[in-house]
């Protein structure tokens, strides 16, 4: 069936998406920013809370069918849009919060038809995205706003990883140890606001502790001995949870300044090597999720994968080795392979409906919420 | 073709022993015996993509009622936040035609009350992930 508000959000999502790739560019130096324009300095917001929230806001959304929570990735998209045209940065800001606020409302409705700890993690993800965009809309952006937005992304990944892994039957040992490893990436969050490096301290052991966990118990480990997209999507997991280590354990043990290059690997760890490799898992199952449209896997995709992280590997070598051009090419790299894995993603579902057209049609579906 | 009826019967009631909230209520197996049997085969090559493990060793799989007229599918989710659900129908509905041909309509409900519970999953998908 098609559905038309979904495609005009994930086309403000992937326009939000160009605009803050191109925004990393100019901060890099790869690209010349345009004559007065200001983007450059929305990259992040366009990143995290146009373009992550809007995805994540549609998928929560169709996950729990109800039409009301579809206004919080409007919000978000038209906050990415305010950014993107320059009309006014303040009202984008707010825009996102009211989009957090709701798909906050929308965390404590999926808790309430399921308590679990693994809901707890998701609804304290989102939580973690509205005190982000509201610091912002107070205070303007920060290093604190975009670690919170780290936690937004590292909540929920979290709790998804734990609801996908209870086929495995976990017992207390696992559970706790998950709740304490949410519970201190969510304590550090407010402690960053009042004293950044023990809050970045407490970050990094609880980013260790979630890696340890996710190594232990996630089923990632035991699906990568499969085939196909199954193993492809283990492999984007695996992959995602090293540079989590590694963040983690650069936090932990030193503290990072809130600038420089420190900031620089740290903030690209997380968004780069740990959430886009958790959407290069996730996008071909979930887009075909949204859209109807038949997406088929294809060995190709491991090629973008590669690509992000061998990437970010180089961003963070130019880091330790002080040089600038290296950073810009290899943060234009990393920009190529998102483009490339949406590329390879469009052009297998082109293929697919050329191949069998029939497919994209069906007959209705009764869903009994 | 009784026995594939009777061994879907006892499966259901196996599984619901240790269910929660909605759970309890059995699942419903009724109908056609071969297209009963049919339809779970075409059923079990539908696939949780991430999981690598089809709906029906999943225990997603709470009814089904075939007719030579209609044959009704009942599916449930893993989680209130699994985002698949139209997907998975989507995919069951082409499975089920796929295999009983185009004159019969095939009815796909999402059942999203239903609590599932890993109690649900087959031995075999539990040996396909190493678990025992």
């Known amino acids: 069936m098609f559905r038309p508000l979904r495609f005009i959000l994930l086309a403000a999502a992937a326009a939000a998406l160009a605009s803050g790739l191109w925004a990393g560019l100019e901060r890099i130096g790869w690209v010349e920013p345009a004559t007065g324009s200001e983007l450059m300095l929305w990259h992040g917001p366009l990143m995290v809370s146009a373009f992550f929230a809007t995805l994540i806001g549609l998928e929560r959304a169709v996950a729990l069918g109800e039409r009301w929570l579809y206004a919080a990735p409007a919000l978000s998209a038209a906050s990415g849009l305010l950014l993107v045209t320059g009309t006014s940065p303040q009202a984008a800001a707010v825009l996102a919060s009211a989009a957090a606020g709701i798909l906050g409302a929308g965390a404590v409705e999926a808790f309430r038809r399921e308590p679990a700890l693994y809901m707890a993690a998701l609804a304290t993800g989102v939580f973690a995205l509205l005190g982000g965009n509201i610091l912002w809309a107070i205070d303007g952006l920060s290093p604190a706003v975009a670690l919170w937005w780290a936690g937004f992304l590292l909540l929920i990944i979290a709790g998804e990883r734990l609801e996908l892994s209870r086929i495995l039957r976990h017992g207390p040992l696992s559970h706790g140890w998950f709740g304490i490893a949410v519970a201190t990436i969510a304590a550090s969050l407010p402690i960053l606001l009042a004293n950044d490096q023990a809050g970045l301290r407490l970050l990094g052991a609880g980013l260790l502790l979630l890696t340890l966990w996710l190594v232990l118990f996630d089923i990632a480990r035991r699906t990568v001995r499969q085939q196909g997209l199954t193993r492809y999507m283990a492999v984007a997991l695996l992959a995602g949870y090293t540079w989590l280590a590694f963040t983690g354990a650069l936090l932990a043990l030193g503290g990072e300044p809130l600038s420089g290059s420190g900031y620089d690997a740290v903030l690209h760890s997380i968004f780069v090597g740990f959430a886009f490799s958790m959407v290069f898992a996730h996008a071909p199952v979930i887009f075909p999720a949204l859209t109807s449209l038949d997406l088929p896997w294809r060995p190709i995709f491991y090629l973008p994968l590669a690509l992000l992280h061998v990437s970010l590997a180089a961003r963070l070598t130019s880091g330790a080795v002080e040089s600038f051009e290296l950073r810009a090419a290899a943060g234009a790299t990393s920009a190529a392979a998102i483009l490339l894995f949406f590329a390879l993603m469009a052009g297998s579902a082109v293929t697919a409906r050329l191949v069998s057209p029939q497919s994209a049609r069906e007959g209705p579906t009764i869903d009994r919420a | ?132």
């Open chain 2, 1 to 132: 073709m009784n026995w594939a009826l009777e061994l879907l019967q006892k499966m259901s009631a196996r599984r619901t022993e240790s269910g929660v909230g909605e759970a309890a209520a059995p699942d419903r197996f009724e109908g056609d015996a071969a297209l009963l049997e049919q339809a779970r085969q075409a059923l079990a090559t539908v696939d949780d993509p991430e999981l690598g493990l089809n709906i029906v060793d999943l225990g997603l799989l709470y009814g089904l009622n075939a007719t030579p007229e209609l044959i009704e599918v009942e599916i449930g989710l893993t989680s209130p936040s699994c985002p698949l659900p139209e997907h998975i129908a989507r995919q069951a509905r082409a499975a089920v035609k796929g295999v009983v041909g185009g004159d019969i309509p095939v009815d796909v409900t999402i059942n999203r009350k239903r609590r599932w519970t890993p109690d649900r999953v087959s031995p075999e998908a539990r040996r396909l992930l190493g678990l025992s």
